[in-house]
């Protein structure tokens, strides 16, 4: 039996798409990580959601997000070979968007997370994807190439965490009133 651990790690490095080792610690790999935290987060988010469309939207975007991050791994001698997420990407979030959109109701005031398990589920997803969205920006800002499609994808996915989590609530047939308000008769 293969065993699930390499030891190579034990030293604080690890490798990436490319030539050598690099530091866990390094602003590529915490953009990997935030990105992997995200796709875990609307895993969970999918595990939980009432509307099917929401299911198949978040498998479609796992899948996106996996081929994401190996583009941030990919080092410049083979970042070519790996480059998937493009503008057309880019606007098949934008049309899931605009679509969900026309189904839900614009929230009148700021709503809190908690609604329902999908919807908080989707919330938590949805600062982890800005979170990502930052550290790839900090990675660009420090001088590593990478392909602008990266940054306006997950911009864009966390406008389409926040539909979805609006569409979760609204497909529960919840209100934005907080929990310790509702009528509970």
Do not use: H
């Amino acid at each position: 039996m293969t065993p699930f651990y390499t030891r190579t790690g034990d030293d604080g490095t690890t490798s990436l798409l490319g030539k050598g080792r690099f530091s866990k610690s390094d602003a590529r790999l915490e953009a990997l990580g935030s990105v992997d935290e995200a796709s875990a987060a609307l895993g969970l988010a999918r595990a939980l959601c009432l509307a099917e469309q929401t299911a198949l939207i978040l498998t479609e975007v796992q899948r996106d997000l996996y081929r994401l991050m190996s583009e941030l791994a990919a080092l410049p001698e083979n970042a070519a070979r790996f480059r998937s997420i493009d503008s057309a990407r880019v606007s098949w979030l934008e049309t899931q968007t605009d679509e969900i959109s026309a189904l839900t109701q614009v929230p009148q005031e700021f709503i809190l997370p908690g609604e329902t398990p999908a919807g908080a589920a989707l919330a938590l997803a949805r600062t982890i994807v800005r979170r990502a969205e930052r550290c790839v920006v900090a990675l660009k800002e420090n001088g590593t190439a990478l392909n602008p499609d990266l940054i306006r994808y997950l911009n864009r996915l966390s406008s389409l965490c926040f539909v979805l989590e609006l569409l979760e609530n609204q497909v529960a047939d919840k209100t934005a009133q907080p929990a310790n308000q509702r009528d509970t008769a």
